[in-house]
């Protein structure tokens, strides 16, 4: 059974700092894709940043310059370190597992319960 546990929201003023952390607990990070998403009031989920196939990494351009994706593949563990907030960066954030299989239609996703972010101004 996966099982994703995301940690380090808080509340931080404008300018400042938060490292989320993402503990995968049942899989490993081989043939997976991960990422971080965020989902603020009234809005849809969007994705925040992901590693693509190995190391490879792709951000979402409002966050260019200001996060970093990292993993630990001894701890099986995921961080997003987030520098230069805004109070437009207040959201939920969560942690995707995407487990690909032989045959795509056996792929799953797996999701934590999300880590609240709150940037004041």
């Known amino acids: 059974q996966v099982h994703v546990v995301e940690s380090g929201g808080g509340l931080v003023q404008a300018g400042g700092s938060l490292r989320l952390s993402c503990a995968v607990f049942g899989t490993d990070f081989s043939r997976t894709t991960m990422g971080w998403y965020r989902q603020a009031p009234g809005k849809q989920r969007e994705l925040v940043a992901v590693f693509r196939g190995g190391d490879n990494t792709n951000y979402a351009d409002f966050v260019k310059g200001r996060f970093t994706i990292s993993r630990d593949n001894a701890k099986n563990t995921m961080y997003l370190q987030m520098n230069g907030l805004k109070p437009e960066d207040t959201a939920v954030y969560y942690c995707?597992?995407?487990?690909?299989?032989?045959?795509?239609?056996?792929?799953?996703?797996?999701w934590g319960q999300g880590t609240l972010v709150t940037v004041s101004s």
């Open positions: 995707n597992v995407h487990k690909h299989a032989l045959s795509p239609k056996y792929d799953r996703d797996y």
